[in-house]
């Protein structure tokens, strides 16, 4: 697999909440992982958002992307949390077009 590098310029808001959100220690997205470092965080956040953002786009609901993301950064997982998962995405998706 190769990677590339994609820089974006973001609102000074929008950056601080994501960095604060992202890194924070203990937080919500952060790995209970002793070795994940700033930079395994905060990259795992944007190709989390990216994922998702493209499958939005294409209306995939299958999520195979995810389910291997999450095997890969969340090995603890099994794969009935993951479809547990997977089917509440799927579900706010259904449920986000009645609320606009």
């Known amino acids: 697999m190769t990677t590339k590098t994609l ?4 609102p000074e808001d929008l950056h601080r909440k994501f960095i604060e959100t992202v890194t924070e220690k203990g937080g919500r997205w952060r790995s209970k992982s002793r070795n994940e470092s700033f930079q395994d965080a905060l990259e795992s956040a944007v190709t989390a958002a990216l994922m998702l953002f493209l ?15 999450a095997h890969r950064k969340y090995p603890e997982l099994d794969d009935d949390m ?19």
């Open 55 to 69: 499958q939005n786009l294409e209306g995939d609901l299958a999520l195979p992307e995810l389910r291997e993301y």
């Open 82 to 100: 993951i479809a547990m998962i997977e089917n509440l995405i799927k579900r706010q998706k259904q449920i986000a077009p009645i609320l606009l």
């Open 7 to 10: 820089t974006v310029e973001l």
